[in-house]
């Protein structure tokens, strides 16, 4: 008798602390949280010298605000790569604003591309903007 109670105390406790302690939630994994990246410019049409005013956002599923370094390059369609730079977007729901001013006639094209750190839980994304043309007369 003595036996069957102290085994079923033991087992009611065993029992119980499972009951009570949560479970551990695991972190994501690296790379498992979805992203989306735009990029606008404002003025699609300008002469040589003007300042374009391109605005870019990245953005994750739900409440998350991604962070990581995010590298540009501005190409022009005939000659290939102008400029290659990069900034630091990690602002809660902010768009990055960057002016670029292109000298030289033709189409250009800036394409964003993010670089979240190996650990992060972000998977990163590209965005480029629509052609710009540069002519002397529009």
Do not use: H
């Amino acid at each position: 008798m003595k036996k069957t109670a102290i085994a079923a105390a033991t087992t009611f406790a065993a029992l119980s602390t499972m009951l009570i302690a949560p479970a551990a939630q695991a972190d994501p994994y690296p790379r498992s949280v979805d992203t989306a990246c735009v990029a606008v410019a404002d003025d699609r049409k300008v002469g040589p010298g003007d300042r374009v005013k391109v605005k870019f956002k990245w953005t994750a599923d739900g409440n998350i605000t991604p962070k990581g370094r995010v590298d540009y390059t501005v190409i022009r369609k005939r000659t290939g790569v102008i400029e290659k730079g990069s900034f630091w977007s990690g602002a809660a729901n902010r768009t990055q604003t960057r002016i670029f001013s292109f000298k030289r006639t033709g189409n250009y094209y800036i394409e964003f591309q993010t670089k979240a750190k190996a650990t992060s839980i972000f998977r990163n994304c590209e965005a480029m903007t629509e052609k710009i043309k540069v002519r002397k007369r529009f």
